[in-house]
């Protein structure tokens, strides 16, 4: 009965959560460097979604171009990006056993980095199309992925540290080889659009990608989840899972390449956006604790409302231009990481 | 369920933990190993449960070699209760336990009602229920350890395997904890630090030293001055009470 009860009360909290999402989702359509009123955005929903036409078909007017092909696709890129790391930011703390890891600790972020300063310099887009950028990204973290998990089995079984210090290494090498890259390339257009989509945007949203990404990024979440049981095991740890008739060698490669699917998907559409993966897993931590069948469904809702909140905040902070959303979000991120820290009720998982 | 190893070596860079080790563990007794610091009580333990693989030897289950059966197979039928359980993630102790369920369940399965109730039961038995909801690492070192030796009940198997339980535990939950492991009447394999605790409540004793068997018996026939002496370097006199067909050391200074 108890448990009944409590079950009923996380499905309210999720289906709460759900609709705040909504809300959060239709307010952001409103604001930007048009403010659209409440009716006329319910108005242009229902019509596009009744017309006949395609979206993207021309001479729909403005209002439909504005909501339809501009704000309605980053809105729900920055739902997706933000679910998904948050869940990557719960399972790869899971798998190196450690409370500071994040979607991007073992070197993703480097990969995609050099992937993305490889494809920016000597301008990929002939082989690769208009996004040779995030293509590169994509193959650079995916690559990275791949080399930790071998690195991290040579000379006997991975274990999380080995994984850690694999991806460590192979970080460093990584950076390294981007700062040699920009040293030679002495290109100061080419460094700043680099460093441009280092803060990571969700302006690059289109309706051909979202159908990709939400594709992956649902069926990588619904998976993980599926993976709970496994996931508390880790945090246990292998000796114990062992002899609770579990190897976690490997779950952990299979849970990694996944994670590392998100990451990919998400640096590909949006660059590499921070601190979401790291902050939301704490904050559900202390509402639903660590039993990852709560925990990962709560961070998914929660990393999509923080995300679709930032990004409209980026929209309208500054006259006219948008915020990089990276800085918006370390910027609210990291004063709330020291709060969390400083409170004493919550302790990183400790 | 009957254990038998058949000379389990395992060395680690050039040194020999462990140089042949055979024992044999019968039906619904309590084996006790012995011995001092290092001489491989732990690593011994740990070839058994699975997670060292001895470089040489056999270890069987009722028969079978242990190589032969999956880590689910062997979790179904020895539940363990390691040293050093110490976690970078707080659980609530509930959870904890639950966790002996996971080798009954399938990928999807969920935990029931039934996993609840005998998570719930194996609490009641180390005297942890009203603790259930709390946070596994507000607890004291030995309702931690108590909390694993929950979770290896709620595991609901033949035989245990248990790594210096009554570590952490003051004197009352020593006893109560061995208590709870006689009256379980499982076939147990346990290393214990405490030769009086080891004497009260083992049917039988192996001493290890230097990785290697020394000396096995009754506490009655194993645990003699000489013995003592030989064993741990130290002076003793070993009396018997009463009835009690168990002997009690009193320790009396190095060698």
Redesign the interface.
Known sequence: MK?WLQATKYTTVALILGIILAIAMFLALSIGNVRLPNFIIWETLVNGWNSPLPIEAPGQGGIHDIIWLLRLPRILMAALVGAGLAVSGVVM?AIV???LADPYILGISSGASLGATVAILFGLSFAFGDNSVGIMAFIGAFAISLGVIFIANMGGRANSTKLLLAGLALSAVCSSFTSLVVYFANNKEAMQSIAFWMMGSMAGATWSLLKVVSLVMACSILFLW?QS?ML??M??????A??????LNKYRQIHLLVSSLIVGFAVYSAGIIGFVGLLVPHVVRLFV???H?KLIPFSALVGAIFLVVADALCRVILPHAELPIGILISVIGAPFFVFLMVKRTY?F?? | MEISTQNIQLSVGKKNILRGIDIELYSNEILGIIGPNGSGKSTFL?CV???LKPDAGKITLDGKSIDEL???????K???V?QH?I??????VI??VL??R??Y?K??S?DT?DD?ELARAALAKVGLLEKAEQSF?TLSGGEQQRTILARALA?DTECLILDEPTNHLDIRYQLEIMELIQKLQRTTLIAVHDLNIAAKFCHRLIALRDGQVVGQGTPKELLTVDFIKELYGVESSVHYFGDNIYPHVVFESTL
């Open positions: 448990n703390q056993r450690n409370p599926l049981r508390n095991l945090l246990v740890g292998d000796e114990a062992i002899t609770l008739g579990y190897d604790g660590t039993g069948i302790s998982g400790n | 740990k449960y699975r997670t999956s880590y689910r197979d062997t979790a179904l020895m539940a363990v390691a359980n976690y970078n993630f707080d659980f609530k959870d904890i966790m002996g996971a080798p369940k990928l999807l969920r009602k609840f690492n595991q």
